[in-house]
């Protein structure tokens, strides 16, 4: 019986708070948890590419996070090629908006134990 009334409690704050148990929710970019997953996914982005140079983020197009033993942040943006090279070390580097890409980063995020992974990286050129 506990369980049944558990369950009910469960759904019933679920739906209190207008959320779904475990569904994608909008996130604020502004939130460092959120900053620390893009930044990462950049990086990761960066080091997978075969380009000379960096690309950085342009525009920030949708942040949403779901709680999934961790969080697991999706991030849609518009990233942009930069002059600065890979091997530089330049810390500014200016953002070339003549020629956009879309990307969307999954990230998962466990800080309890110092994890954070990148997994999904889907750019369309």
Known sequence: ????ALTILAAALAVG??????GLTDADIND???QNALHFAVVQHNRGSNDLYLSQVAEVIKVQSQVVAGIKYVITVKMAKTPCR???VEEVCAI???QPYQCTFEVWSRPWLNSIELLKNECQH
């Open 1 to 4: 019986m506990w369980k049944v």
């Open 86 to 88: 890979k091997d530089g």
């Open 32 to 34: 460092e948890n959120v």
């Open 96 to 98: 070339h908006t003549d």
């Open 17 to 22: 708070y207008g959320a779904m148990v475990g």
